[in-house]
């Protein structure tokens, strides 16, 4: 079947900060291709499909590497929309996916399902300091950042120059089935 999720990130800006969302993200899927729940899958916007991989938690249950290693998997990034209402950046993220139901090949008593049982997703950013790049710095817009859904909120992110605060994300992004 094909199935589709909806994530939504807001993010709250100050004045002083220059923010772009990037075009990648991390999501918690339940892979058909390797019959394995909870999977971390890739996404790039553009990209013809996702990058599945094991998470953490998966490597905790197991003695050894997955045998299924990485591989490709039918989902990827078929919306995706960024604005802005005032002070908040928003993200819309729409991921399509073909689905099947299967049982986990190391843990049978777990099911897939269109959506993970702990739905999680990653979403990735760069603000930079308008205070740092007018006086002069060469590194004023920083590194790549990021946020994930089952992170403790609110999150802040600061100026690692001035210390000037930049963004809060008062909640983690919404994940639906569409």
Same mark, same amino acid.
């Given at each position: 079947?094909? =199935?589709?999720?909806? @994530? ?27 019959? *394995? ?10 990209? #013809? ?7 953490? &938690? ?14 490709? #998997? +039918? @989902? *990827? @990034? #078929?919306? %995706?929309?960024?604005? =802005? ?6 993200? *819309?993220? &729409? ?5 099947? +139901? %299967? ?14 049982? &702990?739905?999680?997703? &990653? ?13 002069? *710095? ?17 999150? #802040? ?15 983690? +992004?919404? @994940?639906?089935?569409?």
């Amino acid at each position: 079947m094909l =199935s589709h999720v909806e @994530i939504t990130a807001r993010v709250a800006v100050t004045s002083g900060a220059h923010f772009v969302w990037s075009n990648r993200l991390e999501y918690s899927h339940d892979c058909f291709v390797c019959r *394995r729940v909870g999977r971390t899958v890739a996404l790039h916007h553009g990209a #013809t499909h996702g990058v599945c991989h094991s998470s953490r &938690r998966q490597l905790e249950w197991q003695d050894d590497l997955d045998d299924f290693g990485v591989h490709p #998997t +039918p @989902i *990827r @990034i #078929t919306g %995706f929309d960024t604005g =802005s209402d005032g002070e908040v950046e928003v993200l *819309r993220c &729409r991921l399509s996916f073909w689905w099947s +139901p %299967f049982a986990d090949v190391k843990r049978p008593g777990e099911h897939g399902s269109e959506l993970a049982v &702990r739905p999680w997703v &990653r979403v990735h950013y760069r603000v930079g300091c308008h205070t740092c790049r007018d006086s002069g *710095r060469d590194d004023w817009f920083g590194e790549q950042k990021s946020f994930q859904s089952n992170t403790v909120w609110p999150v #802040t992110g600061s100026c690692p120059h001035c210390r000037a605060e930049l963004v809060t994300m008062s909640g983690p +992004p919404e @994940i639906n089935l569409v």
